[in-house]
């Protein structure tokens, strides 16, 4: 079956650090990919998705993803880290290619980052 | 910037009671979509609806779910006679077109707990 693999449930950092979460995905057709935030009270936001072209992509805020299609990879980034990016953080799988409606979490990583 | 608005926040509700959650998605949006978070799990696609019927559905929406845009503006996810198991929070999604890759926008969510 098709899934996400998140492999931090919780990361905790100072400001200013580099942060990396891991996302793996198992689906060997094509996929469109897709990291979400969502902070406290509020709803999934968009950071940042890679359908083709340059692996590496850049979102809002800072953040980039690298994918990786030889390690089913979508690691997030960001070089470093402030207090506003507590937060939870969702990687997601569109195994389609866009072709049908449904997302594929994984199960989020939290991040809280101390001032 | 238009959102997806979704009601109750939060919704308590007795064992075996039916419970309506409502979602108004954006204006020009075509797609519609529930997704569920149990508590520390990840959040899961339950039924995509597009044209006044279901595109799309998990095995987690079975016959105790029922999805319907009763007028222009609603969309809402009906559970018959709710479980414990049901307690999660609730996702509605929409977007313009097919799948997540333009425009797809998040609700805040509505907590359902079951007791």
């Known amino acids: 079956a098709q899934s996400v693999s998140q492999h931090n449930h919780h990361v905790i950092l100072s400001e200013a650090a580099s942060l990396e979460l891991g996302c793996n995905y198992s689906y060997g057709g094509t996929v469109n990919l897709f990291w979400y935030v969502q902070y406290p009270g509020q709803h999934l936001q968009l950071l940042l998705k890679y359908f083709s072209g340059d692996p590496l992509v850049k979102g809002i805020k800072g953040f980039e993803a690298e994918f990786i299609k030889s390690k089913f990879s979508f690691n997030l980034r960001k070089p470093s880290v402030q207090w506003s990016d507590t937060a939870e953080y969702f990687c997601?799988?569109?195994?389609?290619?866009?072709?049908?409606?449904?997302?594929?979490f994984g199960k989020g990583t939290k991040l809280s980052v101390k001032p | 910037e238009p959102e997806v608005t979704q009601t109750p926040s939060h919704q308590v509700t007795q064992m075996g009671q039916e419970v309506i959650l409502r979602c108004v998605p954006i204006s020009n949006h075509l797609y519609f979509y529930w997704y569920r978070q149990i508590l520390g799990q990840k959040v899961e696609f339950l039924v995509s609806?597009?044209?006044?019927?279901?595109?799309?559905k998990s095995e987690i929406f079975d016959d105790q779910f029922s999805v319907e845009r009763p007028d222009g503006s609603n969309f809402t996810l009906k559970i018959r006679s709710t479980k414990l198991e049901d307690s999660a929070m609730y996702f509605c999604a929409s977007s313009p077109h097919i799948g997540p890759n333009y425009g797809y926008t998040f609700g805040s969510g509505t907590r359902l707990t079951v007791v």
């Open positions: 997601a799988v569109n195994p389609h290619g866009g072709s049908q409606g449904n997302l594929i």
């Open positions: 609806f597009y044209n006044n019927e279901i595109s799309e």
